[in-house]
């Protein structure tokens, strides 16, 4: 009961393994932390109770949920109405661990509730799926509920806590197939994600809140598997970690979609470092970059893919705003130097070539796009048709 006791909110960026208890809309749910299902069973068969004898709007009280049906299922819940019929009372009640309301509950279904549960706070949590909002100014249309509820299924889920509104809690939620709800929704076209119609209208530079770039942490004296994405000489050269960019291969198709649901680049915003991303039509996809240097104001601009290490000349037309989704993961590629004489037996060409892969390893950090990171080159150990890399160097600081 301690535990319970102290349960009065979950803290921002908590996770916590729930049920859902009741849900109308994506704006609109109840949870109940799965670690108190053997309380909630042992009150819902509880035996001893007390005939209430006065009862007022506001009071916590205990009712038989499945009186209706000739069963018995006690909860608590707190009076909302109190209805008088010929004499007969009955009363609307609100079940606190739950999220709904229950109307005209008998008052001989009622009892009253125990010093000891009463002192209990409410189990359950009304909440509000963060980064999620309507298609339509309107809400949420009935067929955007039922795939809601679809998706969340009647497994336990996973809610991170992201922030909190009065009364509400603003939360993602994972389904038991560890699949993000709110991006579900986005993608079957049920609903939009990271910012709502009206904000995007006044304020399509994400709302005024700078964004970054998320990089990998490298550590020195660290061996990493590696393909190359571009360059022309070992002084300057992107890598990316192989196991790195299988991931981006397999999620590149959910990052072209949130980036090409975002609003276009204004002309008024083509400035360097801002984020955006960049529609390469070869291609049909999008990818991550930031505005390097404007060529010709309000209309082009060479942009730095991040993800590849390369700059390309992109129109304004073919820029959207950076969408949040497309800056969960890390920058991609690896920015690198190495010694000229580490070059390959078989030819620098071929060690430049996109795809190729060997080893690096870290002998000292860089800084993000503006300093390389300087690395030391070996040939893949079990790979006997691999060229060799001459011995290493120690280089110059």
Request: include cysteine.
């Amino acid at each position: 009961m301690e535990e319970i006791e102290s349960a009065v909110e979950l803290d921002t960026e908590s996770v916590h393994l729930v049920e859902i208890t009741h849900y109308l809309n994506p704006y609109d749910f109840y949870v109940r932390p799965t670690k108190y299902k053997s309380i909630i069973q042992e009150w819902e068969s509880m035996i001893t109770k007390t005939k209430a004898t006065s009862l007022n709007v506001q009071d916590l009280v205990i009712f038989n949920l499945d009186y209706s049906r000739g069963g018995c299922k006690y909860i608590r819940g707190r009076i909302t109405r109190i209805l008088k019929v010929d004499n007969n009372l009955s009363f609307d009640v609100f079940a606190i661990d739950y999220g709904f309301k229950e109307k005209s509950i008998p008052i001989e279904y009622i009892w009253e509730c125990s010093p000891e549960m009463a002192n209990i706070p409410p189990l359950a949590y009304n909440c509000r799926l963060a980064n999620c909002y309507p298609m339509e100014s309107e809400g949420f249309s009935s067929q955007t509920n039922d795939a809601f509820k679809e998706l969340v299924g009647s497994e336990p889920v996973k809610i991170k806590v992201m922030g909190k509104k009065p009364n509400k809690i603003l939360v993602d939620l994972i389904n038991s197939a560890e699949e993000d709800i709110a991006i579900l929704l986005a993608i079957d076209g049920y609903a939009t994600i990271g910012h709502s119609i009206e904000e995007m209208a006044k304020n399509p530079v994400i709302l005024g809140k700078r964004v970054f770039f998320d990089f990998k942490e490298l550590t020195i004296g660290e061996t990493l598997h590696v393909r190359v994405q571009s360059g022309d000489s070992l002084n300057a050269f992107y890598v990316a970690r192989v196991i790195d960019y299988d991931k981006y291969l397999r999620e590149i198709d959910i990052i072209s979609f949130f980036a090409g649901r975002e609003a276009s680049v204004l002309p008024q915003h083509l400035v360097e470092g801002k984020l955006v991303c960049v529609k390469v039509d070869s291609e049909n996809k999008y990818e991550r970059a930031f505005i390097k240097e404007v060529t010709k104001p309000k209309e082009r601009a060479i942009v730095h893919l991040v993800d590849w290490g390369v700059d390309e000349e992109f129109h304004v037309e073919k820029m959207n705003y950076m969408h949040p989704y497309c800056l969960r993961a890390p920058v991609l590629a690896i920015f690198c130097q190495s010694a000229e004489n580490q070059a390959w037996d078989n030819g620098l060409e071929r060690f430049l070539s996109p795809g190729y892969e060997f080893n690096i390893t870290i002998k000292s950090l860089g800084q993000h796009f503006k300093y390389p990171n300087k690395v030391d080159i070996s040939v893949l150990s079990n790979d006997d048709d691999e060229a060799i890399a001459l011995p290493d160097v120690v280089l110059d600081e």
